[in-house]
């Protein structure tokens, strides 16, 4: 059983920052790509952020310049560092992983379930 846990979330003022953790844990292989999307109520889940087991990022526009995502292959973890924060950051976090189990078969989207974050004032 593969489980993604989130940690970090809760309440800061804006321009304040929040780091948000996620450990996978479990029968896993590898993981590919690792990511955060965000959601609030309304709207679809947005892509934040990703990064190959490589170290290479993307970024959405609208955090480009304030987020950076890292990982941890050794830990199975990834990170969200999250600067100048905007009350439009608002939103429930979610990682993402894509990985193979033990042994390796086909990739696999695993998701955990959230950490609320809430940027005001």
């Known amino acids: 059983q593969v489980q993604l846990v989130e940690s970090g979330g809760g309440l800061v003022q804006p321009g304040g920052s929040l780091r948000l953790s996620c450990a996978a844990s479990g029968s896993i292989f590898s993981i590919n790509a690792m990511g955060w999307y965000r959601q609030t109520p309304g709207k679809q889940r947005e892509l934040v952020a990703i990064i190959t087991r490589s170290g290479s990022a993307n970024y959405t526009d609208s955090v480009k310049g304030r987020f950076t995502i890292s990982r941890d292959n050794a830990k199975k973890a990834v990170y969200l560092q999250m600067n100048s924060l905007k009350p439009e950051d608002t939103a429930v976090y979610y990682c993402?992983?894509?990985?193979?189990?033990?042994?390796?078969?086909?990739?696999?989207?695993?998701w955990g379930r959230g950490t609320q974050v809430t940027v005001s004032s």
């Open positions: 993402k992983t894509v990985f193979f189990s033990n042994p390796p078969s086909y990739p696999i989207t695993s």
